[in-house]
Structure formats: structure tokens, C-alpha cells
């Protein structure tokens, strides 16, 4: 006797994500294999339904993946050592398009809307700093484009920091050359009702090494998505995130490291505080290890650290390999509370709790603070880590006031 | 000069099996100046002992009390039991990542104080400690016990100790997996904060070993709970020889 169960008898039910429920659908298993275009109608309306938009509060950020964008140049400031030239290109420039194709239908959207990209390129085989600042977008939805060229054997950090107001769709490419060395920080302190959408594209080539470093303190929606392959055989890829999300703040960022080239290593650490009804982050963080990846050491990690109720940090680490002839490859994702033996620790050497509190989350979120390299820079962020704790003392204090 | 009471202290703590009663009335005096060695098999209460006092919120305390110059403890904070002149010494002191030895120990120091202790002295007191401690200059530049080795933590443990001065410290098994030379330079840094500071101590361990190099006054065995025999530094030399064997009964067995 044959027994015929169907999916449903065995409790299996449709998925969330959409798309199941159509006659021969399968779902892309492989991170590589996503569809990319630059064009927006080329992607499906999305519901918010889709995995790669579910976590994402997609009615605050409707105007950027289908509004019309004002694709103009903007102000920006910026100190230009020599070795280094910024300047608009023509969207058709040779700089533009090297470093990766949009997969979601927003970043498509700000790609079909920019009218010229900003293109930072690095000569200087010195180490140089570069910080770009732009802090006045104004929030009429509009798209971005920039392009980070570090040329072959070149050596440079490049800062990039917005402030403002802003309701931004923008795509970043980022080419690391043979040889080269470059630090990117992308520092996110936007005005309280800014959303913004972003994909950073990035390549690094042989025996190239990026550092590529998120700082996301304020906004309403923040959702960048750094994808970096590891083309060039050596290369070496260094990614880290740092997150403060406050009471109304949704701060998310979808991570993909893609290791092409043999013997090359990456490494991926996000950390977050999150504090105040409401308070919202999501990490997903994807690791490719390709056939031809031989050789490959990757390890990526998330920790999230919860500082007061109705939070929400979603972690999802994922990892593919497609090569048995590895080095290693490693994944793991936390996210907690205090952790009291630290206060015990702190308390009873006559640290106060408040003091001891606010000693451990500088603690935890400085081991990406410490990646910046830049002392000014990470003077900076020290005391937006304390502001931001001065607001948790506050609510620390209401709360335990008997 | 400050006297710490330990009366008819009764402790438990809660595990997967229910409550569980660990302290069963202990009582103690400890004078300033004084070294008093708590020795006794495993499981006997001398960590819960040494915690409690500290403060740690997983030990519940059921009756007794603990009075320093004939103030309540238990009532206190953990922070307020350290600025009221406790320390302990941990057995296994956590890391906190991020957070450097230097800010840590200055941090402290201005917490017991009440204010920051002036740099330049501040600066040379530390490196002079860590110097007797035998730790290299660059600890200060590490995070706090992390990737320390389990000789450095405890170094680390006695480094507080020397530079924070309280009245009274709580040395919780600090001789555990020191080698012949660490527990030397440990036992040193203990003896010197006693004559620095009057400092009176509470030595727990589980060995006579660390006896060798720092005398107790006064011995207390404790078993199943409390203190079961009391007596002064011949008391460790005959459980040198002898082991606890003698006071295991069949309760405490089980």
C-alpha cells in the first residue's frame, strides 16, 4: 500500500517569506546565487514579507525602495590631503559599477536615481586621513552614490560621517586594489526622525586589506548592509559593527562576507547596546566560503547587550562553505543582560552601581572602538557612548527610586 | 581599632534541586591585625562564608548577622561594604573586557576615597606595588584579568589589596594552583598589607601550605557549615598531618 502524506499533514505550514505558495518555487540557498540589478522595476514589489525585509519596519521606509529620489548632488566637507582627490563623476564614469550590483529594490532604487556619484580615490602610498562629512540632505527622500577607490599598494582611512536630518537611499562601493591598505568608518549620527537605507559594496584584491567599520548612534531607521568579497587571492577583510540603539531607534545590518580567493581571512564583529521601550537591532551576518576559497579563516560574531526592558536584538549568524580545505571557519552570536558576576566584581571594589554599569558597557562596546584607529575619532565615540548611558542612568534611576 | 562579628550566621542558596542550607551558625571575631585561617574539606561553607560577607547576591542569608565595629553589614550594598573597609580576594576573578587595569584600580581607589587620588603619587604607588608583586609595567595597559593567567589574576587580586587598604580582607582560596614561587611573592604582598595597613585577614584555604608564609593567629576548622574546632597555628600543623578525617561525620559525608 503506498501512503501519500502531504506537507501539511505533517504540520509543515506555508513560509512567511513569501513566495512558497507558487507552483515550482525554490527558495535561494546559496548567498551568492541572489538575484542582483541595478534597475528597480527588475526586483518584485516588496511586501515585507520577504526574509531579507521581515525584520525591517518597511512602512518607514517606503518612500526609499519605491518613491521617486532626488538624485542631486549635495554639501559635503571634507580635508584633502594630498594622495587623495574627491570629486563627482558621470554615472557612466569607469569608477562606477566595479565593486558590486544592487539585490534589494531599494538599493536598485537609489542606483537608477543618482545623477553623479562622489568618488574618493587614494594615490598616497603614506598613510592618510580622509574624513567626509555630510550633515545637511535635508529630508526629501534622495539617493546617494559613492565610490571609495583605494589604488593598487595605496594606504588610507576613510571617514565617512552624516549627521542631520535625512531620508536616504544610497549605495557605496568600495574597490581595494592589489596591495592596497583601507580603513572605512561610516559613522551614522542622524537626526531622531532620519531613515536611511544603504548597501556598501566592496572588493578587495590580492593581498589587499579592508577595515570596514559601521557606527550607527542615532536615526529612526538605519539599515546598512555591508557585502565584501575577498576576490584577490591573500586578501584580508576586517568588519566590524557598533550599535546603540535608544527607544524608538530600529538600527540593522545585513552582513555578507564572500570568500573568493584562496588563503584569504576574514573576520566579523558586531557589537550593540540597546536601551528604551521600543529599542530595535538586527544583525543577520552571512559568510560564503566559495570553491575556490582553499586556505580560507573566517570567523564572524554578534553580541548584543540589553540594558533595559522591551528591547529586541535579533542575531542570525550564517555560514556556507563550499570547500573542504579550509583553515577554519567560525560562528557565534550572543545577546544578554548584565552580566552580574562583572558588577559583583566592580561593586565590591566600592564602585558604585551606576559606575559599574556604566564601566562595563564602555568596556564591551570599546573592543570595536579600539578598531578605529583613529584617536580622535574614538574620542569621539567614547563620550556618544557616554551620552547615550547618560540617558540609561536616568531611566536607572526612576526606576529604582523607592 | 575595628573588630568584624560573624554571629550565628545561617546561609543557603538556591540550586536545581531546591533550597539548600550551607552556613549553619557561624560565629567569628576578627580584630584589625589579626590573621585568622578558615581550613576545611571542600563543601564545608568556606566560599559561602567568604561571599556573603562580600555581599554576593546569590547567597540568601536566613538568620545572624555580620557587624563591623558594631554596624550591620548584611544591610549594606556591595559598594558599601568595600567602602566601609571589606575587600575579598577572589578565587576566580572575572574578566571585564574593554575595561583597563589602570582605569579600573583608579576608578576604585576614587570610589573608596571619595575623591581621585592625586596622579603623579597615584601613578608611582601603582607601579611600586606591581613592581613587589613581580608584574611587568604593561599590565596596567591590559583589560581587567583578561587572558590573565590564573597566577597573574590572583597577583592581580593582592595588587587591589595593597593599593586599596581596607581594614579587612577575605582571601578566598588564593593559594589554589600557585606555584612554589607565586605563592611566595603572593603571601608577601598579604604580609606587607599587614603591616602597612593593620590590616586584619581572614585566610581561607584548603591546604597549610600558604601557612608556611603567612602565620595565622588563629586557626577555625569549619565542617558542614560552622566552625568545628578552634585554635591557634598548632591547630594546622596536626591537620597537616592528620587531614580532616576526624571531623567528617556521617552527615557531612552525605
Not at chain 1, 18 to 34: D, F, I, K, M, N
Not at chain 1, 365 to 392: D, Y
Not at chain 2, 3 to 17: A, G, R
Not at chain 2, 79 to 87: M, P, T, V, W
Request: proline content about 3%.
Amino acid at each position: 500500500m503506498t501512503v501519500v502524506t502531504t506537507p501539511e499533514q505533517l504540520g509543515a505550514t506555508a513560509h512567511s517569506d513569501g513566495g512558497w505558495g507558487e507552483p515550482g518555487y525554490v527558495p535561494v540557498q546559496t548567498r551568492s546565487a541572489r538575484f542582483s540589478s541595478v534597475h528597480h522595476d527588475d526586483f518584485p514589489a516588496v511586501t515585507g514579507l520577504e526574509s531579507d525585509w521581515k525584520l525591517t519596519p518597511v512602512k518607514l521606509v517606503r518612500p526609499l525602495i519605491d518613491g521617486p529620489l532626488d538624485g542631486s548632488i549635495y554639501d559635503y566637507v571634507a580635508d584633502i590631503p594630498s594622495g587623495v582627490s574627491i570629486e563627482w563623476v558621470d554615472r557612466d564614469d569607469a569608477l562606477v559599477g566595479r565593486a558590486g550590483t544592487p539585490e534589494d529594490r531599494a538599493s536598485a532604487n537609489a542606483w537608477s536615481s543618482f545623477d553623479k556619484a562622489l568618488a574618493i580615490t587614494v594615490t598616497s602610498e603614506e598613510h592618510v586621513n580622509v574624513t567626509v562629512t555630510r550633515s545637511a540632505l535635508g529630508s526629501t527622500p534622495r539617493a546617494a552614490h559613492t565610490v571609495i577607490t583605494a589604488k593598487a599598494n595605496s594606504n588610507s582611512t576613510v571617514i565617512l560621517e552624516s549627521s542631520g536630518p535625512a531620508t536616504l537611499g544610497e549605495n557605496v562601493e568600495i574597490v581595494v586594489e592589489d596591495g592596497a591598505k583601507l580603513t572605512v568608518v561610516s559613522l551614522q549620527e542622524w537626526s531622531n526622525d532620519s531613515s536611511q537605507l544603504s548597501s556598501h559594496f566592496a572588493t578587495v584584491g590580492r593581498d589587499a586589506f579592508l577595515k570596514h567599520i559601521v557606527v550607527s548612534l542615532s536615526g529612526a531607521v538605519v539599515r546598512l548592509n555591508p557585502s565584501v568579497h575577498l576576490a584577490g587571492e591573500g586578501s584580508d577583510a576586517e568588519l566590524y559593527g557598533l550599535y546603540f540603539a535608544d527607544a524608538g531607534q530600529h538600527f540593522e545590518q545585513r552582513v555578507y562576507l564572500h570568500h573568493l580567493g584562496a588563503n584569504t581571512k576574514g573576520r566579523v564583529n558586531y557589537k550593540g547596546a540597546l536601551q528604551g521601550v521600543g529599542a530595535r537591532t538586527v544583525w543577520v551576518g552571512d559568510v560564503l566560503i566559495g570553491p575556490d576559497a582553499s586556505g580560507t579563516d573566517s570567523y564572524e560574531q554578534n553580541r548584543n547587550l540589553v540594558l533595559t526592558e522591551g528591547t529586541r536584538a535579533d542575531s542570525i549568524p550564517n555560514l556556507e562553505i563550499e570547500t573542504g580545505d579550509i583553515f577554519g571557519a567560525g560562528h557565534a552570536s550572543a545577546t544578554g543582560r548584565f552580566d552580574d558576576e562583572q558588577l559583583f566584581y566592580l561593586q565590591s571594589r566600592g564602585i558604585s552601581e551606576a559606575e559599574a554599569r556604566r564601566l562595563v558597557v564602555i568596556g564591551f562596546l570599546s573592543e570595536i572602538v579600539q578598531k578605529v584607529g583613529n584617536s580622535e575619532l574614538e574620542a569621539r565615540l567614547h563620550s556618544a557612548i557616554e551620552a547615550e548611558l547618560s540617558l540609561t542612568a536616568g531611566v536607572t534611576t526612576a526606576g529604582v527610586t523607592q | 581599632m575595628s573588630v568584624l562579628e560573624v554571629k550565628d550566621l545561617h546561609v543557603s542558596v538556591e540550586t536545581e534541586q531546591g533550597t539548600k542550607q550551607i552556613l549553619n551558625g557561624v560565629d567569628l571575631t576578627i580584630a584589625q591585625g589579626e590573621i585568622h585561617a578558615i581550613m576545611g574539606p571542600n563543601g564545608s561553607g568556606k566560599s559561602t562564608l567568604a561571599y556573603t560577607i562580600a555581599g554576593h547576591p546569590k547567597y540568601h542569608v536566613e538568620g545572624g548577622s555580620v557587624l563591623l565595629d558594631g554596624v550591620e553589614v548584611l544591610t549594606m550594598s556591595v559598594d558599601e561594604r568595600a567602602r566601609a573597609g571589606l575587600f575579598l580576594a577572589m578565587q576566580y576573578p572575572v574578566e571585564i573586557p574593554g575595561v583597563r587595569m589602570a582605569d579600573f584600580l583608579r576608578t576604585a581607589k576614587t570610589a573608596l576615597n571619595g575623591e581621585a587620588p592625586a596622579l603623579r603619587p597615584w601613578i608611582k604607588e601603582v607601579a611600586e606595588a606591581m613592581k613587589s608583586l613581580r608584574m611587568e609595567k604593561a599590565f596596567s595597559e591590559r583589560n581587567v584579568n583578561e587572558g590573565f593567567s590564573g597566577g597573574e589574576k590572583k597577583r592581580h587580586e593582592i595588587l587591589q589589596l595593597e593599593l586599596l587598604k581596607p581594614k579587612f580582607a577575605i582571601l578566598d582560596e588564593t593559594d589554589s594552583g600557585l606555584d612554589v614561587d607565586a605563592l611566595k611573592i603572593v603571601s608577601e604582598g598579604v604580609n606587607r598589607a599587614k603591616e602597612a595597613n593593620n590590616l586584619g585577614v581572614l585566610l581561607i584555604t584548603h591546604y597549610t601550605r600558604i601557612l608556611r608564609y603567612i602565620t595565622p593567629d588563629f586557626v577555625h576548622v569549619f565542617v558542614d557549615g560552622r566552625v568545628a574546632e578552634e585554635g591557634g597555628a598548632e591547630l594546622a600543623d596536626r591537620l597537616e598531618n592528620e587531614g580532616y578525617d576526624r571531623f567528617l561525620t556521617d552527615t557531612s559525608v552525605a
